[in-house]
């Protein structure tokens, strides 16, 4: 493979470099979309280095549908991306968590269904870049796991797990759409 666009790797250089995620995530199922856009693949004749990563395409839903936002508390999400497979057969174990407070009825739906829904998650870094989780073909998986707390410490609600084989992280560069309220 040539690498040659591949350049040096620097550091922040005075810019800012904010640990962290917002507090939110956007979600849809696969089986919403028309069209799942991708990321061009590597070629040393693309225009600069990092392109590969860029998702600029936008994602297309069927009529009426959009991203489902889903709050979670500040400073209890965090994004990994850890190395899985074996020499000549190396890709990506991607994994999200999060929490999101209460048991309202709508949330408790939402996570009650979302358990067996395949999807895509985009997951806004602390300087709102989207960081896109699953793929098609390649799902993330959402697994909530709900928590009453106690009276005299902890919180009510779910911790919201996500989990995805990918072959690389992804940026999304595309529009966001989010589904109209009903």
């Known amino acids: 493979m040539d690498l040659s666009k591949l350049g040096a790797l620097e550091g922040p250089n005075g810019e800012d470099n904010t640990p962290g995620l917002l507090g939110y995530v956007l979600f849809a199922p696969e089986a919403w979309f028309t069209t799942i856009a991708k990321a061009p693949k590597y070629s ?52 999200f968590e999060g929490f999101h407070p209460g048991n309202k009825p709508q949330s408790l739906e939402f996570l009650n269904l979302v358990k067996n829904i395949g999807g895509i998650m985009l997951v806004p870094d602390a300087d709102g870049t989207y960081i896109q989780v699953g793929a098609e073909g390649l799902p993330v998986e959402l697994t909530p796991n709900f928590d009453s707390g106690k009276l005299s410490s902890g919180r009510r609600g779910s911790m919201v797990k996500g989990e995805a084989y990918a072959t690389g992280l992804r940026i999304y560069a595309g529009d966001v759409i989010e589904k109209p309220t009903v």
Request: aromatic residues 6%; positive net charge.
């Open 44 to 95: 040393a004749a693309q225009a600069k280095a990092g392109d590969s990563v860029i998702i600029t395409e936008n994602h297309t839903f069927k009529t009426g549908l959009g991203w489902l936002k889903l709050y979670i508390t500040l400073d209890s999400n965090q994004l990994k991306a850890d190395i899985v497979g074996e020499r000549d057969g190396r890709g990506l174990k991607v994994s």
